[in-house]
């Protein structure tokens, strides 16, 4: 299923084609997404006990997966996903904009990294100035 949860996705048909909104819950078994506010069901709560008031609840009901568009956070189109690589990890790609769709997890890795280079090339850096002032030491000895 190319549908996450917390996706924001654009619906293609039932009642509510056209709505933009984000994915609540997703349920790749029945191949079916929970969008905010589409499908809205009622659900008549009856009072079970003397402190409890009757009630209609509003709920959002689950739609075919297949009916809904990944809307891509980049180029802001809802927009068919294909799959990619990187770093061995399977990720979702725009397939307009090539942009990663799973770009939480994808930015987290690149900030990591790029923290651990900024780190290794500041520790090297007073090594060297470290080895140069042990050499004009050595050579004031001398
Ligand atoms: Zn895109």
Redo the contacts with the bound molecule.
């Keep these: 299923m190319k549908v996450k949860k917390n996706d924001t996705v654009l619906v293609l048909s039932g009642k509510d084609a056209g709505k933009t909104a984000k994915v609540l819950v997703a349920i790749p078994k029945a191949n079916k997404v929970v969008v905010d506010g589409v499908n809205v069901q009622y659900k008549h709560k009856k009072a079970r006990s003397a402190q409890d008031v009757s009630s209609i609840e509003k709920q959002s009901g689950p739609i075919d997966a297949s009916n809904v568009l990944v809307v ?1 956070p ?2 802001n ?1 809802a ?1 068919r996903v294909k799959y990619d690589f990187v770093e061995g990890k399977k990720v979702r790609v ?1 397939r ?4 990663l769709l799973d770009s939480t997890k994808e930015a987290k890795e690149v900030a990591k990294t790029s923290k651990k280079k900024a780190k290794k090339t500041a520790e090297e850096k007073p090594a060297e100035k470290k080895a140069s002032k042990s050499k004009k030491t050595a050579k004031s000895e001398e």
């Design positions: 891509c980049v180029c189109k927009v725009c307009k904009c090539n942009a």
